[in-house]
């Protein structure tokens, strides 16, 4: 069984700097076997995609909104992936999930539907 639990949630101000860790058992997501993303959501809205991570290639792709402020990276010694992000901004507050799959690639990785396995989700909250 697989389980993905992020960690490093928190609230700071604009401008600062933060980093979100996504543990797993039951699947690698230190190597390139799987494909590992972030998606941000707020409440009563569709997750929207972060960045992600692809298996094999270990390509990286980023959203607009995020590119050059977040970087996503594996840690092979602790089988987890980080989310770096800098120069927060409110805009930047949701709930972030972390999720994985051994069968996403492509522009399969932007879609939320196309991931079988999910965290619970940190609460990042940007705010003077």
């Known amino acids: 069984q697989v389980q993905l639990a992020e960690s490093g949630g928190g609230l700071v101000q604009p401008g600062a700097s933060m980093r979100l860790s996504c543990e797993a058992s039951?699947?690698?997501?230190?190597?390139?076997?799987?494909?590992v993303a972030w998606f941000r959501q707020v409440s009563g809205n569709q997750r929207e995609f972060v960045a992600a991570a692809e298996f094999m290639s270990d390509n990286r792709y980023y959203a607009d909104s995020v590119k050059g402020r977040f970087f996503i990276s594996r840690d092979k010694d602790k089988n987890n992936v980080n989310l770096q992000m800098m120069t927060l901004k409110p805009e930047d507050t949701a709930v972030y999930l972390c999720a994985a799959d051994d069968s996403v690639w492509g522009s399969r990785l932007y879609t939320a539907s196309n991931y079988r396995n999910w965290g619970q989700g940190t609460q990042v909250t940007v705010s003077v």
């Open positions: 039951g699947l690698s997501l230190a190597g390139s076997s799987s494909s």
